[in-house]
Nanobody, 123 residues
Framework: QVQLVESGGGLVQTGGSLRLSCAAS????????MGWFRQAPGKEREFVAYINWSGSSTQYVDSVEGRFTISRDNNKNTVYLHMNSLKPEDTAVYYCAAYKLGLVTVTSNYDSWGQGTQVTVSS
């Protein structure tokens, strides 16, 4: 099992940057692909980014491509989401989770969800 705790959210102005962290515990972390999702008020949880076990393969939703970067440090049991050029539409609670099987963009294909961290972008 993997236990996940997100941190690094906060308030930022349009065009600003944040780095989110997802700290993991559990002996199998280094062999689990991971993802970031977000959920805005009144909206369904949506896929943001994916990274495989080694960090050699990543995927992003079109709306964050070129602005967000997912990375991981398996020695520190941590996954990161670097967010640049933030927009008000990026405002949401951001969650990390461990990938299981199937399409990497599908929420139900992940487990071990963290508690989430709030990102608010002012306009």
């Amino acid at each position: 099992q993997v236990q996940l705790v997100e941190s690094g959210g906060g308030l930022v102005q349009t065009g600003g940057s944040l780095r989110l962290s997802c700290a993991a515990s559990g002996r199998t972390f280094s062999r689990r692909a991971m993802g970031w999702f977000r959920q805005a008020p009144g909206k369904e949880r949506e896929f943001v980014a994916y990274i495989n076990w080694s960090g050699s393969s990543t995927q992003y939703v079109d709306s964050v491509e070129g602005r967000f970067t997912i990375s991981r440090d398996n020695n520190k049991n941590t996954v990161y989401l670097h967010m640049n050029s933030l927009k008000p539409e990026d405002t949401a609670v951001y969650y990390c989770a461990a990938y299981k099987l199937g399409l990497v963009t599908v929420t139900s294909n992940y487990d071990s969800w963290g508690q989430g961290t709030q990102v608010t972008v002012s306009s």
